[in-house]
């Protein structure tokens, strides 16, 4: 395949029929009558000097979601490749989706963006798939990105900037995947290798977090430090004490089940730091307040931490 000169909008290309993408967009959506076009529009602004496809599953929205799908889909038909359910399949199986589209995806990289999340660099797949293209040894790149709040007005930095901090990229290996989360889905492009996506299929809790991981025990990773989207953050997040312990020990169950399959001491630590974060917001959430001393004295964290999280306790206890 014969790349463009320079990266034009992917909206203004125009590629023969027999010419493959090198990239497949994967967006997932339901429901997001409110947010798509601005997912979608994220993807048509993209600058690129190579043919991409997107690849819309709209899961039986009940909204105007699928309308505006349709759409695009009347406006560029040799770009936009979507699905539309007639019967959502989240509810009836997860990773099913995932399966999908990662089956009818023909690019040899995949980038991922939600329906409720968009981009904002149009230089965004550019950067990434170049990168990729010249270091076959990554397998998974990653970019910085903003998080607009509940109100749909204010923007603020990712979970991770002091991490991050002024670095022009990270190595992504499994200590920094399992301890600070950069791989947010809306930045993320992979390379289509059907191994890696296979392996990650056997594994039950389907999550992101099981699917990067699966990349990153197959190769490297790599975080670019520029800001290249927006994740929306949605009511009903995880901002209560009840929730975020219900968040806790649902990722202690897939990392269990990662390490039984893995079996690492990264995967272990990891464990141990979540069933801390456990302890924390059970005592937070239960009504007697009473100091979990076995609970404390069973993780297998240094001594020094277990101190602190009894000080912690302690400290909230008090103030009651």
Not at 14 to 25: G, K
Not at 96 to 125: F, H, M, S
Not at 245 to 267: G, H, P, S, V
Not at 274 to 302: A, G, Q, T
């Amino acid at each position: 395949m014969v790349n463009l000169k320079e990266p034009i909008a992917i909206s203004e290309q125009n590629w023969d029929d027999n010419i493959s993408p090198l990239v497949s967009i994967q967006c997932i959506t339901y429901n997001h009558e409110k947010y798509i076009k601005d997912a979608i529009e994220g993807f048509l602004m993209q600058k690129t000097n190579f043919p991409v496809e997107i690849l819309i599953h709209d899961d039986a929205s009940t909204d105007r979601t699928a309308e505006i799908i349709r759409e695009y889909e009347l406006r560029y038909p040799n770009l936009f490749k979507p699905i539309y359910q007639v019967e959502n399949q989240y509810s009836k199986k997860k990773g099913v989706i995932t399966r999908i589209q990662n089956e009818r995806a023909k690019g040899k990289y995949i980038a991922k963006c939600e329906g409720d999340d968009y981009w904002t660099d149009p230089l965004k797949l550019q950067k990434q798939v170049a990168f990729l293209e010249e270091n076959p040894e990554y397998v998974l790149s990653c970019h910085n990105y903003q998080i607009l709040d509940f109100d749909g007005k204010s923007l603020r930095k990712e979970y991770e900037h002091k991490f991050v901090n002024n670095k022009e990229s990270i190595d992504i290996d499994e200590e920094v995947f399992l301890n600070h989360w950069i791989t947010k889905t809306l930045s993320v492009v992979l390379i289509n290798d059907p191994k890696i996506f296979n392996e990650n299929s056997k594994i039950k809790n389907q999550r992101d977090l099981t699917l990067f991981y699966t990349f990153i025990k197959n190769g490297k990773g790599i975080f670019h430090n520029f800001y290249g989207g927006v994740y929306r953050k949605q009511k009903g997040g995880v901002h209560s004490s009840n929730s975020a312990l219900q968040a806790e020990k649902e990722t202690l169950k897939i990392l269990e089940e990662l390490n039984f399959i893995y079996n690492t001491k990264a995967l272990q630590k990891k464990i141990q730091f979540v069933k801390r974060n456990i302890i924390y917001y059970n005592f937070k959430s239960s009504d007697s307040k009473s100091i979990p001393l076995r609970e404390i004295r069973n993780l297998k964290i240094s001594l020094k931490e277990k101190f602190i999280l009894l000080g912690i306790l302690i400290y909230n206890k008090l103030k009651i």
